[in-house]
């Protein structure tokens, strides 16, 4: 059982929009904080955002900032990515992820997803 299942990568053009969904399940979804990671070819796995599992509190990495959007559905346990003015350098496969971190010392608990491909070229 996939407990994170991506979807909505493809190819776009420079400059264009996508919009990235990962369904959770098998875990109690409001528990975890969500983010999302990408890895380009040739280069090890970076933290694109993140949104906590309570206030919904985001985070991205300087380099999507002003562009992409992270959002939480804890109703439907769905996490989206929304990237807008899409660059070349943004090209890689885009992974979900769900981490909860809990007591003293501390137990975590994670889940990641098997990736969807996003290429930005013309």
């Known amino acids: 059982q996939d407990n994170l299942v991506e979807s909505g990568g493809g190819l776009v053009q420079p400059v264009g929009s996508l919009r990235l969904s990962c369904a959770a399940s098998?875990?109690?979804?409001?528990?975890?904080?969500m983010g999302w990671y990408r890895q380009a070819p040739g280069k090890e796995r970076e933290l694109v955002a993140t949104?906590?599992?309570?206030?919904?509190?985001?985070n991205y990495a300087d380099s999507v900032k002003g562009r992409f959007t992270i959002s939480r559905d804890n109703a439907r346990n769905l996490v989206d990515l929304q990237m807008n003015s899409l660059k070349a350098e943004d090209t890689a496969v885009y992974y979900c992820?769900?981490?909860?971190?809990?007591?003293?010392?501390?137990?975590?608990?994670?889940?990641w997803g098997r990736g969807t491909q996003v290429t930005v070229s013309s």
């Open positions: 992820n769900a981490v909860l971190r809990r007591g003293k010392p501390v137990d975590t608990w994670e889940y």
């Open positions: 949104v906590t599992s309570i206030g919904g509190r985001t």
């Open positions: 098998g875990f109690t979804f409001n528990n975890y904080n």
